[in-house]
């Protein structure tokens, strides 16, 4: 999957992995999400999505897992 450059806003799909306790086999499986925002950090493993980013450099951050991630669509 090719992810678009540092700065680009995007909706990104994913599987989040996902604790199961005493819960049927048959229901165990990763969890649907997706999330929006800002590519602020790339690496080979992992992207960063910020959907708020403070003047201070602190926000709300979301850290993919590259391998995870199902779908990447930039938004205008």
């Known amino acids: 999957m090719r992810w678009p ?3 680009t806003k995007v909706h990104v799909e994913w599987l989040d992995p996902a604790i199961y ?5 048959s229901s165990a499986k990763p969890c649907e999400c997706w ?4 590519i602020v950090k790339k690496s080979k493993d992992y992207v960063v999505v910020a ?6 450099g602190s ?4 850290v993919l897992v590259k391998g995870c991630v ?3 669509t930039q938004l205008i």
Do not use: A, I, Q, R
């Open 5 to 7: 450059k540092k700065g």
């Open 21 to 25: 306790t005493m819960d049927e086999l």
């Open 35 to 38: 999330t929006e925002g800002t």
């Open 51 to 56: 959907s708020s980013l403070y003047k201070d």
């Open 59 to 62: 926000g709300d951050f979301t």
């Open 70 to 72: 199902t779908k990447v």
